[in-house]
């Protein structure tokens, strides 16, 4: 059922970026204003990894396959990567346009209809922003997680737009109405650069999953938990391998045993399920191997 939700709400989140793409750019066309075009072109872009999104969904929700046995989750941070490089991409182009723009002595805008337009991006991006997040906490899913930053990105890219046109809509007919030229791009900008942060951190997290480096939370708990087990049970010591990918986690546990202990298959699977339950390692999003041996050449 939740992956039915989340492939719903990804179809629904398309069909809401396209439609505001198409207005979008009708209205930067309308008002002369290179922002909102811009803003209307992002949304286009941005809506090639959410499509990406969806197939991967879909991906998971089938469960492994022949070629790909762990399943599919390694496809997140990739979606990941994607689209935060987009918007990367994207964040500089529109700092070179703008620069670009002003070096030209700006351009005519229509602004209190370009601030109309904005406003309403800007209502519905944050309402999306709460809805998608709402929902990727209750689903925990990365996917609307990530499809929530986005519409953050593009929420804050439209508000700022409304404060700059409603600025010079104000300077209008003011002695200072000589600066009205510039101002749509000084608003483009002051979000690429402000923007730029927020894709730049993600895609600093999004590699480290691509990579598999073990995140340090799930570290430490297997850590502690392995100690306290080790320490009630009496084993000789352990070793320990995590990593985190998309929504999965992988933890590889090696005990070590005295070389005269025995112990059953009943036993073994009583002390994983021990472990399990500790660690909260859930299937299928959590994938634990714990294996006992005598030998420290394995650990």
């Known amino acids: ?163 700059g046109f409603a600025i010079a809509a104000g300077l209008a007919r003011t002695r200072y109405q000589g600066w009205t030229p510039y101002l749509d791009a000084i608003a483009l900008l002051a979000i690429a650069l402000c923007m730029l942060p927020m894709p730049l951190i993600g895609l600093w997290r999004s590699m480290s999953d691509v990579l598999q480096v073990a995140p340090d939370d799930l570290d430490k708990q297997v850590h502690a938990v392995m100690n306290g087990i080790v320490g009630e049970r009496g084993f000789l010591d352990y070793s320990s391998y995590v990593a985190k990918v998309g929504r999965a986690r992988f933890v590889e546990i090696h005990v070590l045993v005295a070389p005269d202990a025995r112990i059953d298959t009943a036993a073994a699977d009583a002390i994983r399920r021990d472990i399990a339950k500790r660690l909260n390692a859930v299937w299928p999003n959590f994938w634990l191997t714990v294996d006992f041996t005598a030998d420290r050449a394995w650990l």
Request: glycine share 8%.
């Open 1 to 163: 059922m939740s992956s039915e939700v989340e492939q719903s709400t990804l179809k629904f989140s398309i069909a809401l970026t396209l439609l505001l793409g198409v207005l979008g750019i009708a209205s930067g066309l309308a008002t002369g204003s290179q922002a909102i075009v811009f803003d209307g072109m992002y949304s286009f872009v941005d809506v090639v990894p959410t499509v990406v999104s969806l197939v991967v969904v879909r991906l998971i929700a089938h469960g492994s396959s022949h070629r790909f046995q762990y399943g599919y989750w390694h496809l997140e941070p990739l979606v990941a990567v994607l689209r935060d490089s987009i918007l990367v991409v994207a964040c500089i182009y529109a700092a070179v346009d703008a620069v670009g723009a002003l070096a030209g002595g700006g351009n005519e805008v229509a602004y209190g209809m370009a601030a109309v337009w904005a406003g309403v991006l800007s209502t519905i991006g944050l309402a999306m922003t709460l809805y998608l997040s709402r929902l990727a906490r209750k689903l925990r899913s990365p996917m609307l997680r990530l499809d929530a930053r986005s519409w953050l990105v593009s929420a804050f890219l439209s508000l700022a737009l409304l404060i």
